[in-house]
């Protein structure tokens, strides 16, 4: 039986070193000092509302994406698993990079923009994203950055320019979820970083990948 590598490798307990400074970007409840791991499921088949839903390890939800609101903008709201609204997802259709935002909870007002996300060029063989915070309206120099294969769910995000990794997402065939869908993948999040703000990103991943065979 041929041994197939996985790519990225899972990286061992050791390794996730805690950040010396806390990556709070949506919320500082949502950092924790241990690492992470999510279960996300695509094509949801037991949620009524939205196909994209993030679970602990133990298959409790934390978070569901909502709706997709057909106009210049497409929106997507990501809640809690409460229902309560963490932040709206805007895509700006007419954009040269594929632009999107994200906004505190259910606004799309400017005052409540967090962050930005555009690809850095729009033919890609390979996922690569822009994050600039809401801090950075210059947009000269990127705050975090996205890398990797969304096809093969091996997506990395890293702080900046820089070679520190904040999350890394991993195809695992046999992820256990409470959750019925046709695609699962694992996401781990690495110490005192910010995990809804990784699965904000991961939604907009999701997004800019599945539009258009939807």
């Known amino acids: 039986m041929e041994h197939v590598q996985e790519y990225p490798p899972p990286v061992a307990p050791s390794a996730y070193q805690p950040l010396a400074t806390r990556v709070s970007v949506i919320g500082p409840e949502y950092c924790y000092p241990q690492p992470v791991d999510l279960a996300v499921v695509r094509k949801v ?4 509302e939205g196909k994209f839903a993030v679970s602990d390890i133990n298959g409790n939800i934390m978070f569901i994406t909502k ?8 929106r997507r709201l990501l809640t809690d698993a409460a229902g309560n609204p963490v932040c709206t997802l805007r895509h700006k259709i007419m954009t040269v990079h594929d632009r999107w935002q994200v906004f505190r909870r259910e606004s799309t007002e400017e005052k409540d923009l967090i962050f930005t996300v555009k690809r850095s060029s729009m033919i890609q063989l390979k996922t690569k994203l822009h994050v600039f915070l809401a801090t950075n309206p210059k947009e000269n120099v990127c705050d975090f950055r996205v890398e990797g294969s969304w096809l093969e769910r091996s997506c990395i995000i890293y702080s900046g320019e820089s070679n520190t ?3 890394q997402m991993h195809k695992k065939h046999n992820v256990e979820s409470v959750l019925l869908g046709n695609d699962k993948f694992m996401v781990t999040v690495y110490p005192n970083v910010d995990y809804a ?4 990103l991961i939604a ?9 065979d939807e």
């Open 45 to 48: 088949l037991t949620i009524s």
């Open 67 to 74: 709706g997709k609101i057909f106009s210049i903008h497409d």
């Open 165 to 167: 990794i904040l999350a």
């Open 197 to 200: 703000f990784v699965v904000a």
């Open 204 to 212: 907009i991943l999701d997004g800019i990948n599945h539009d258009d």
